[in-house]
T-cell receptor, first 110, second 111 residues
């Protein structure tokens, strides 16, 4: 079973920041937080990951709370193409046995 | 310059048939996977191979048999197909401690 809890859906206005929360209160010390997204009918796409520090790349920012029990994925300027299901995953290693939950359906609206 | 490719993209077949889905990655990754996404959209890992050796085998019926002829290929053979096998199957790969790259998926419909 997935070790994360996410809201089932969220809406965001185009051009605004999308903030997607994730709870992972049982995360272990050696587990990373990963974010993937799945645009309709496509394979999941890696977005970002982190252990305890905040991370930023060209796609998004990841904010992890100090106690590591929750995190937020931030898409700074959401576009219509960011409409997708976003999955928050905790895993002890890169890539091995990603356990996907139901994710959050993000709808970006014009 | 496709990273992870799968064939076919769509597969429609009848119950009881045997079918295969092929997967190839040109990323030089040493680990490959098969995931299944059912009608409820949940993604679950089925198998994982590292350098042609099976390292993860979830509780998948033995009608499903992965075969890895080399590091770049991981094919999925399914015998005696059942209605419940209808799903989208995703091949994926990763290199060591890096992110997983997924293929475009194969939609299998069993009638």
């Amino acid at each position: 079973d997935a070790k994360t809890t996410q809201p089932p859906s969220m809406d965001c206005a185009e051009g605004r920041a999308a903030n997607l929360p994730c709870n992972h209160s049982t995360i272990s010390g050696n587990e990373y937080v990963y974010w993937y997204r799945q645009i309709h009918s496509q394979g999941p796409q890696y977005i970002i990951h982190g252990l305890k520090n905040n991370e930023t790349n060209e796609m998004a920012s990841l904010i992890i709370t100090e106690d590591r029990k929750s995190s937020t994925l931030i898409l700074p300027h959401a576009t219509l193409r960011d409409t997708a299901v976003y999955y928050c995953i905790v895993s002890p290693e890169y890539g091995n046995k990603l356990v996907f939950g139901a994710g959050t359906i993000l709808r970006v609206k014009s | 310059d496709t990273a992870v490719s799968q064939t076919p993209k769509y597969l429609v077949t009848q119950m009881g048939n045997d079918k295969s889905i092929k997967c190839e990655q040109n990323l030089g990754h040493d680990t490959m996977y098969w995931y299944k996404q059912d009608s409820k959209k949940f993604l679950k890992i089925m198998f994982s191979y590292n350098n042609k050796e099976l390292i993860i085998n979830e509780t998948v019926p033995n009608r499903f048999s992965p075969k890895s002829p080399d590091k770049a290929h991981l094919n999925l053979h399914i015998n005696s197909l059942e209605l419940g096998d209808s799903a989208v199957y995703f091949c994926a790969s990763s290199q060591g401690r890096r992110s997983v790259t997924f293929g475009p998926g194969t939609r299998l419909t069993v009638t």
